[in-house]
């Protein structure tokens, strides 16, 4: 057994199968001479898999039930599939290419036209084609692995971005380990709200693909291949851990009032849609923070008023009459989408990113916008905007906002009543919230952004980890400040950064009279025994 020690990013233990995360574009093209031996290639590949998938249906009919063992039943289905498999044949024989290529190809055309497709039915047959493309993929390229199931996989790569993060929703695996992530990255952010227990810092080598591996983020190690002995502590370990979450049910209902006789309103973040029900699931009071972004970055263009205004009210309508805090997009720096074309930045942290493009590329703030106040007719949605540093960016804002609305009026459209809010997360809007105040219904204290900012530590870059310190004491004075002012103009004031979970300062964010604290869905009931107790 090799024990490797790393940095914790995501609590919770993990065990399972190593699983190298390859990027989809790794697939190479290559010109074949010996055409039939291709072919067999294939073949036996997809024989493989059926017998691979016949075996995950099994163990998975044992552990949840043949509803659940019917998707993998279907997923065979596809593999006898003759248009299916002419299709890829063809290409490898049409165009004298290897296996890999073809499937990836016809997997992406299939998948591709089955997403755009109405019904519900075949839009969720899509994913099962993604995951057919995996496993022949992973088989083809000798990267298989033992997993038997998404469940039992703890992911390895060097890096992974926010939206391949974002891309394991439907199949997420165990743990996570990568070499050279920040601990405060979106990365992480995303890792933790989908509660998959993470580790960086571990150099990652491809040997291990399908290896056991255990993940402990309390002592931060990695183990690979554990003995059997170690493998019985830790699932004795993950045990433990659901007693303990199991002991924070009875604060479920409770309501959160502090010792001073305030109700603090406990709201969750939130990335994806989906996350939802994770939300609902910890009982959230609201939602204090849809990252909206993650919806952009998924797309591979520009999301249409339709189907933002789709997810949006999704997620109004699941939280009833809850409060809903929609952050418009937050795209740049490490969070890109291709089609947004942003150039490379020498300082991204500090360049076009947020609220900047949103005011320079004001049609899609518009349909942003939009989406969001149609959705207030079906609940309580507030809107946020992030990285403001100036007064005369809300009115701008404020501007183009009574514009959308006044095209809504023109056009018959309804929307409800939406508070303005603006995310404090840089030292200039925190030295000038008391004029910021006057323009906003709301702050909500981004710490995460606030820290990077104040201290001039860049949040990415995994060998500043040390002096990224959330609890410097600097951004605590940062804080009382916005929210002195917030009060004294009669406005409320939250933390939405990652420092609203630190147990640590709860009774420091109480003195300051904080309103509302917007953690991850998981977080919510161990901050609310905190404030309660
Ligand atoms: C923050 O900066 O604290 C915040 C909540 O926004 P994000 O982490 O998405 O940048
Ligand atoms: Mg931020």
């Known amino acids: 057994m090799q024990v490797l020690k790393g940095k914790t990013v995501c609590g919770g233990i993990a065990t399972g199968y190593i ?22 290639r ?20 044992c552990e949840y039930g043949n509803i659940q063992a019917e998707i993998f039943e ?69 990267t298989e692995i033992k997993m038997l199931s998404a469940a039992s996989a703890i992911i390895m790569a060097y890096q992974l971005t926010p939206s391949q993060v ?17 601990v405060h990255s979106h990365t992480a952010i995303v890792a933790k709200t989908m509660n998959i227990p993470m580790i960086t810092g571990i150099k990652i080598k491809k040997e291990w693909n399908g290896k056991q591996v255990v993940v ?49 309103n406990l709201y969750a ?34 999301p249409k008023e339709e189907t933002l205004f789709f997810h949006y009210k999704k997620v109004v309508e699941s939280m009833k009459q809850k409060r809903v805090v929609i952050r418009t997009i937050d795209i740049g720096a490490d969070k890109q989408a291709d089609y947004f074309e942003l150039e490379q930045e020498t300082n991204p942290a500090m360049g076009y990113r947020a609220i900047r493009i949103c005011l320079t590329k004001e049609e899609v703030f518009k349909t942003q916008l939009r989406a969001i106040l149609r959705a207030s007719v079906y609940g309580n949605v507030d809107v946020m905007f992030p990285m403001i ?80 310190d959330s609890r410097h004491e600097a951004v605590l004075r940062m804080i009382h400040m916005t929210v002195e002012n917030a009060h004294k103009a009669g406005i409320t004031v939250g933390i939405c950064g990652e420092l609203a979970s630190d147990l640590t300062l709860t009774d420091t964010f109480m003195e300051f009279g904080i309103d509302d604290l917007s953690v991850l869905p998981t977080e919510i009931l161990k901050v609310r025994e905190k404030i309660t107790k």
């Open 269 to 302: 973040n939130i990335g994806d849609t989906s996350d939802v029900e994770s939300a609902i699931r910890n009982d959230a009071e609201g939602i204090g923070l849809l990252r909206s972004e993650f919806l952009y970055l998924q797309a591979k263009d520009y």
């Open 389 to 468: 540093t100036s007064v005369w960016e809300i009115r701008k804002i404020k501007e183009i906002l009574r514009n959308v609305k006044k095209e809504l009026d023109v056009e018959k459209v309804a929307y409800g009543h939406v508070k303005i809010g603006i995310m404090i997360e840089t030292p200039a809007a925190v030295i000038i919230s008391d004029l910021l105040a006057g323009e906003v219904d709301f702050f909500s204290i981004g710490t995460n952004d606030l820290t990077q900012y104040t201290l001039a530590v860049d949040r990415q870059n995994p060998k500043l980890d040390a002096f990224y």
């Open 74 to 142: 279907a997923q065979k289905m596809l593999l006898t599939d003759e248009a299916f498999l002419d299709a890829i044949l063809e290409v490898i024989t049409g165009q004298k290419v290897n296996a890999e290529y073809a499937v990836s190809v016809i997997c992406e055309q299939f998948y591709d036209s089955f997403s755009k497709l109405e019904e519900e039915y075949f839009r969720a047959r899509a994913i099962d084609i993604k995951d057919i493309s995996d496993r022949l993929l992973s088989i083809l390229c000798n």
């Open 216 to 264: 402990d983020t309390e002592s931060g190690n990695v183990l690979i291949e554990p003995d059997k002995q170690t493998i019985t502590k830790y699932q004795n370990n993950m045990q433990c851990e659901q007693e303990k979450r199991k002991q924070l049910e009875k604060y479920r209902g409770v309501e959160t009032i502090n010792k001073y006789g305030k109700k603090i």
């Open 19 to 40: 699983r190298i995360y390859e990027k989809e574009n790794a697939i190479e093209k290559r010109i074949i001479c010996d055409i039939d031996n291709e072919i067999l």
């Open 166 to 182: 974002m891309g394991f929703a439907e199949k997420k695996p165990a743990g996570i380990v990568t070499e050279n992530d920040s």
């Open 42 to 61: 294939f073949h036996k590949a997809k024989e493989t898999a059926f017998i691979q998938l016949t075996e995950v249906a099994r163990q998975t009919e």
